[in-house]
């Protein structure tokens, strides 16, 4: 697989990453450990260089897994995690980026990673009560004590990007982008090129609409997170089916499938744009990574920009609680 630099500080990885969320959080019960350890293997083996997971992914196991999983793998891959939040029993509480927990929380997750050094820290939600200049002179620290390598924020602002990359020049940001939320290209994308800041997409699929799997007769298990988000609301999965179909055109002339033309329409918007589709199967990481073989034409952009103009995306991405934790 082909590579991309995030930011201008060295971090080269894979065209496209793994995330590792869906293993053990948020979509459903976790699947088995040995399970998850084949799969995220099985994405090594298949050229992918960069693994996403996070501290509050548990909170706890997700570390875990993809610590053991690529721990043979070490010096062929980059593994990004991210702190934040307030940790009491394994439960998680709410946002905590105080230096101390920053550093306390990194130690638990080099232990957890199995490594010395994490490859990218992100920030997972800005924190309101801790200045941002003060979260990114701790990381600068553990940058300096060589137990970091790279910095990053997750859905944050463009003034937090700013002030944050002052302090020390961040390698990537995460957010969610993809054909079905786009509103990071009126204001981040530009920040980002300014900078020179590399752009990770998470929920680059739409959290898996964009697979054409999903309609209104599909249920999700009472555990699943996309029970609460708005977008997935009957009504709403029928409404936004419109997305689906411009894809699916696409999809037949390029013999691909949906899912590959959506990735591979986020790879053509920036090269320094790196996604991260997540999954629990084999067979769909593989149709995953066969995204970055797809190649769509000047000529294909511009179909999918003007059938895309013509659709009204139906419910917000998130409920009004989480919500309020993203753009600040």
Not at 273 to 295: F, M, Q
């Amino acid at each position: 697989m082909k590579t991309r630099a995030l930011g201008n500080n060295g971090l080269e990885v894979s065209a496209l990453g793994y995330g590792a969320m869906g293993l053990s959080h948020g979509y459903g019960p976790a699947i088995d450990r040995r399970d998850a350890i084949a799969l995220i293997r099985a994405a090594v083996e298949r050229g992918v260089t960069f693994f996403d997971t996070a501290q509050v992914y548990g909170p706890f196991v997700n570390e875990e897994v993809v610590g053991e999983a690529l721990a043979p793998f070490r010096n062929r891959v980059v593994v990004a995690t991210k702190f934040g939040f307030e940790y009491l029993d394994k439960k998680t509480g709410g946002l905590n980026s105080r230096p101390e927990n920053i550093r306390r929380t990194t130690e638990d997750s080099l232990k957890r990673l199995r490594v010395d050094s994490i490859d990218l820290l992100y920030q997972h939600r800005v924190d309101p009560d801790v200045p941002i200049e003060e979260v990114a002179g701790t990381v600068k620290e553990l940058i300096a004590a060589g137990k970091v390598k790279h910095f990053g924020l997750s859905e944050a602002g463009a003034n937090t990007i700013r002030r944050a990359h002052a302090v020390h020049p961040l390698s990537a940001l995460q957010s969610e982008y993809s054909l079905w939320w786009r509103e990071p290209e009126r204001e981040i994308l530009p920040l980002l090129e300014e900078l020179s800041i590399g752009f990770v997409p998470f929920s680059p699929l739409g959290k898996g609409f964009l697979t054409g799997k999903i309609d209104t007769t599909t249920t999700f298990d009472p555990t699943d997170f996309r029970n609460v988000v708005p977008r997935f609301t009957r009504e709403n999965i029928k409404a936004n089916q419109a997305f689906v179909e411009f894809i699916r055109r696409m999809a037949q002339r390029k013999k691909a499938t949906p899912a590959q033309v959506a990735l591979a329409w986020l790879l053509a918007q920036k090269p320094w744009i790196v996604p991260i589709p997540g999954t629990t199967k084999l067979h769909r990481l593989e149709e995953n990574l066969g995204g970055a073989n797809v190649e769509l034409t000047a000529e294909d952009l511009d179909e999918i920009e003007a059938a895309a103009a013509k659709v009204t995306l139906h419910g917000d991405r998130y409920p009004a609680h989480l919500q309020a934790l993203v753009g600040r």
